[in-house]
C-alpha cells in the first residue's frame, strides 16, 4: 500500500508540474503576442517592406528604427540596406538599422522608441554532407547591440520568425503571420 501512494504521489507531483510547465508556456505566448501589438501598425508595414527587400536575393540584411518626431507624432526611418553577402563565405552579414536610408529623417527625430532588421533566408548546399544558411534568431552581436529599454526585433526570413531580445538574450518570439495580425 505504502508504494501505491509513492507512486500516485509521484504522479501527482509530475501532473502538477506538467499543468504549471502548460500554463506557464501559454502565459508566455500571450506576453509575446501582447508584446507585438506594443509595435505600430506602420512599423509592421515597414517591416513587411524590409522584408520583401532581403527577400529580393536572401542575401542581405534590411531594417531600420522608429521613434517619436520633434512634434510627438510617429516616425518610421528605413536604414540603408546592408550589403550583400553570399551565404557559405567568410564575414557576416550586417546592417546598422540606425543609419537612415533618407538621412532628412533624422533631424525630426526626437526619441527612439525601437529597430528591427532581417536576417536574410538564403541557403546553399556547400558539398554533399552541408548545408549553409544565415542564422535566424539574433546573433550574439545583435544582443551585445541592443538598445535598453526599446524594442529591438530580428525577423528571421528564413524560418519566419519574429524574435524580440534585449542585452539578456532572446525575450520572446512569435510567428511573422501571427506579429502582424
Known sequence: M???LQILWILGSVIEVTFIAVVLAV???LCVAAQSQTVPAEVKQAIAVSLKASNTDGIHEEGGIWGMDTLGKLLVI???PGKSHPVCTEGAVTISPGDAADPSLDANL?????????????????DTYHLCYFVQ?????DIESAMDGEINLVIGAGDGNVYYYSTKGVTGKISYQEFLK
Do not use: M, N, Y
Open 110 to 126: 526626437k526619441t527612439i522608441d525601437g529597430q528591427w532588421h532581417v536576417h536574410p533566408r538564403a541557403t546553399r548546399q556547400k
Open 78 to 80: 528605413p536604414a540603408k
Open 27 to 29: 502565459l508566455f505566448s
Open 137 to 141: 534568431p539574433p546573433s550574439k552581436e
Open 2 to 4: 505504502k508504494t501505491c
